[in-house]
């Protein structure tokens, strides 16, 4: 199984609401990633968890929180966001992060739209 | 700021015939990668070529790689209307003892039937 399943497809959620994002796959990876992708531009990494714990943390702001309850699973929490946070978020995993680049297998992405 | 710079930004061709993408970057690299992207989805590997490499092949793609310009290519040979996508580069570069990945600025392509 190379999949790497992102629920929901499509979120739409108001600035006092509370959301979470989630990211699934089952190919043994040990690295997780968060990216943030605008329209016309490219992904924009976000985190990355290593073997379940954070290991990069782009400056991003607190209203985002990332979670990784195990080896299989990232989450996303949301809360108090902004317009401007609108995008396409995706889910990425791949083999590992310290040994070397490996290629990244990504999710098909969550559409959210802060109203 | 991003690594990698392609050009061209946008890039229209007629089914069949070859076409050509760039990268540029900044620093030293260990790797470059290059992705594929349908609109709105997520995207798709499809080659890694290491620093040490000059030129890769996987069925009708070839990238190439000069260290010495920071530079790397992806060629699609004999396009199809289903290349029709944005294609990225990445490179790599180290960070706090991980390998971060980032994504160059990508080429919106058009391959018309």
């Known amino acids: 199984d190379t999949e ?38 490219p ?12 290991s990069i943390n782009e400056s991003v702001p607190s209203r985002f929180s990332p979670e990784c309850p195990n080896s ?29 680049s490996y290629e990244q297998y990504f999710g098909p992405g969550t559409r959210l739209t802060v109203t | 700021s991003q690594q990698g710079e392609e050009d061209p930004q946008a890039l229209s061709i007629q089914e069949g015939e070859n076409a050509t993408m760039n990268c540029s970057y900044k620093t030293s690299i260990n790797n470059l990668q290059w992705y594929r992207q349908n609109s709105g ?17 996987s069925g009708r793609l070839r990238v190439t790689l000069d260290t010495s310009k920071k530079s790397s290519s992806l060629l699609i040979t004999a396009s199809r209307a289903a290349d029709t996508a944005s294609y990225f580069c990445a490179t790599d570069a180290a960070s706090g ?13 058009q391959v018309i039937p």
């Not at chain 1, 739409?12 to 190919?27: A, D, F, I, P």
């Not at chain 1, 992904?43 to 954070?54: A, D, R, T």
């Open chain 2, 97 to 109: 003892g991980y390998q971060k990945v980032t994504f160059g600025t990508g080429t919106k392509l």
């Open chain 2, 41 to 57: 989805r997520g995207l798709v590997h499809l080659i890694l070529i290491r620093s040490n490499e000059r030129e890769k092949h």
């Open chain 1, 43 to 54: 992904p924009e990494l976000m985190f990355v968890y290593s073997y379940e714990k954070l």
């Open chain 1, 72 to 100: 299989s699973l990232l989450n996303l929490h949301l809360h108090a966001l902004q317009p401007e946070d609108s995008a396409l978020y995706l889910c990425a995993s791949s083999q590992g992060l310290r040994e070397g």
């Open chain 1, 4 to 41: 790497v399943t992102q629920t929901p497809k499509h979120l739409v959620m108001g600035m006092t609401n509370k959301k979470s994002l989630k990211c699934e796959q089952h190919m043994g990876h040990r690295a997780m990633y968060w990216y943030k992708q605008k329209a016309k531009k």
